[in-house]
């Protein structure tokens, strides 16, 4: 066994359902806090955990207090999971950061660190849908991310191809009209490109997180829809939930 697949197995025995390797080079230009924030690594692990699917079969065209909670645990468990992986790491003698799941920065513009979603894109865990979401092959957008930043010399994985095809399902169901159907092969070359982010951004944090027992900006429609992670036939049914 190679010492990337050990590393990607040791992630799985710690509870990670996805795992990737990307290679820094492919994100250099990103935007990163600090700015120099990758300059001491070379790779990014990728780390997903799935959520439960019935917790989204039952969203009601909002979110939910137990999607608020599930998105919580989910978010504590991947720190965790990072977190042993970097001491592990660390004891190879080698260099690692975790970067928090969910430790936005600036909440106007729901920046942190470093984008989970680029980083995830990069190695090939999945591609970025016109939700901007990551869509999985496995899962759908019902996943969780997480990045561990490493100097450990690992073979990368290649990103995936863009699989969104025709499909509009995000689109038709997004609560803000935010998402503008625009395909993309690998990734957009802004957010904005795919998404009205202020739209969807005031309907989270001016409408669902206020809401009883959710407090946080969160809404979970267009990864509720997506067919990838309904397992639907015929990929682009965007039928009835
Ligand atoms: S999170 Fe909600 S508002 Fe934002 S793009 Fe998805 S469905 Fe639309
Ligand atoms: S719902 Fe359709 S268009 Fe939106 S991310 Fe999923 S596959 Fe792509």
Request: glycine share 8%.
């Amino acid at each position: 066994m190679t010492r990337t697949e050990k590393i990607k197995e040791h992630a799985r025995n710690l509870g990670a359902d996805l795992v990737g390797v990307a290679d820094l080079a492919l994100l250099e230009g990103i935007d990163t806090e600090p700015a120099d924030l990758l300059g001491p690594y070379r790779h990014a692990l990728a780390l997903a955990v799935k959520l439960p699917n019935a917790v989204f079969e039952q969203l009601p065209g909002r979110p939910t207090p137990l999607y608020a909670q599930v998105y919580l645990n989910a978010n504590a468990l991947l720190d965790q999971i990072a977190l042993r992986l970097c001491a592990h790491i660390e004891g190879q003698g080698y260099a690692a950061l975790p970067i928090p799941a969910s430790q936005p920065l600036d909440m106007t513009v729901f920046r942190s660190h470093l984008s989970a979603k680029a980083v995830a894109n990069t190695a090939g865990l999945g591609w970025q849908g016109k939700s901007l979401l990551i869509v999985t092959p496995e899962y759908g957008p019902r996943v969780r991310l997480v990045t561990v930043l490493t100097d450990m010399p690992l073979q990368a994985d290649k990103p995936l191809k863009n699989r969104c095809g025709s499909c509009t399902c995000c689109t038709e169901a997004c609560v803000a009209g935010a998402i503008r159907n625009v395909s993309t092969d690998f990734h957009y070359a802004s957010r904005e490109e795919a998404l009205d982010f202020q739209k969807c951004a005031d309907k989270l944090v001016n409408e669902f997180s206020p809401m009883e027992n959710i407090g946080k900006p969160i809404c979970g429609i267009c990864i509720q829809v997506c067919p990838w992670g309904r397992k639907l036939k015929g990929r682009g049914a965007c039928s009835e939930v």
